[in-house]
């Protein structure tokens, strides 16, 4: 079913729209879930909670790209999972490689005072990425958004492991110099 079209379900409060959900987006969140979380289980009591999410967000929200939504949705539920379990330490998953990558160029989201900030990073980040090349922005995408490991990023691109971390660290000085630039105290 196409995705206006569930979008439509939502608003009609018709609960087909979460079978719907399901049937095409239930492999992508689960990806992006286990991504984070690295528990089965975790993932699928995530993605349901997306799906609640989601019949609450909509309406009122009419979602340009039903797959960014949910995957938004699906990331930010896996993100405070995680940390509400692993409040005491980081374990050494693909999420928590990714958030100690970035560490040296983002500031911390608990160190700004004002939510607009947080905002501003954002743009600042977005910003950035327009300026990368195609391969270059889909890349950092797929490690610090989806949290994919190096390994399927190579995959994917058909370049090495090594050629991708070489890219992800190049792109992540030249965010930092460029949130520099921006200035955005890191």
Known sequence: MEDGRIVQLYWQREEQAIEETARKYQSYCMKISMNILGSQLDSEEC??????????????????????????????????????????????????????????????????????????????INGFLRTQSKDARGIFICRYFYCDSVSEIAQRFGYSESKVKSLLFRTRNKLKLYLEKEGVLL
């Open 47 to 124: 993605v349901a909670d997306t799906y609640l999410q989601a019949w609450n967000a909509i309406p009122p929200k009419r979602p340009a790209s039903l797959s960014a939504f949910l995957g938004k949705i699906t990331r930010n539920l896996a993100i405070n999972r995680y940390q509400a379990r692993h409040a005491e330490k980081r374990r050494g998953n693909e999420f928590a490689l990714s958030l100690e990558e970035l560490d040296a160029c983002v500031p911390d989201a608990g160190d700004m005072q004002e939510r607009w900030e947080e905002k501003a990073v954002s743009w600042c």
